[in-house]
């Protein structure tokens, strides 16, 4: 069983910034992938920035130069530094990980989610 938990959300006004967290337990061997998604209401779900390795990332379009995504493998942790934001990206942000397991497969999880609003 593998969990995903995000946390950092929350409200904050144009321009300002916010760091998610997105922390990955269970029976992980090594964490091949880790995204953030993100989810506005009326929307799909959409790709924001995708990590195969510290080296290896890829952004959407609308954030790129304003978000960074991040990793700390050894704790299982992926974060998503957001700067500049705007109203547009309100969403609920979702993180998302392809593992490999203990038992020697590969597994998909995401984490329940974590609101950002940015308002004045």
């Known amino acids: 069983q593998v969990q995903l938990v995000e946390s950092g959300g929350g409200l904050v006004q144009p321009g300002g910034s916010l760091r998610l967290s997105c922390a990955a337990s269970?029976?992980?061997?090594?964490?091949?992938?880790m995204n953030w998604y993100r989810q506005a209401p009326g929307k799909q779900r959409e790709l924001v920035a995708h990590?195969?390795?510290?080296?290896?990332?890829h952004y959407a379009d609308s954030v790129k130069g304003r978000f960074t995504i991040s990793r700390d493998n050894a704790k299982n942790m992926v974060y998503l530094q957001m700067n500049s934001l705007k109203p547009e990206d309100t969403a609920v942000y979702y993180c998302?990980?392809?593992?490999?397991?203990?038992?020697?497969?590969?597994?998909?999880?995401w984490g329940q989610g974590t609101q950002v609003t940015v308002s004045s």
């Open positions: 269970g029976s992980i061997i090594s964490i091949y992938v």
């Open positions: 990590s195969i390795s510290d080296s290896i990332t």
């Open positions: 998302n990980a392809v593992v490999r397991l203990v038992a020697g497969t590969t597994g998909d999880y």
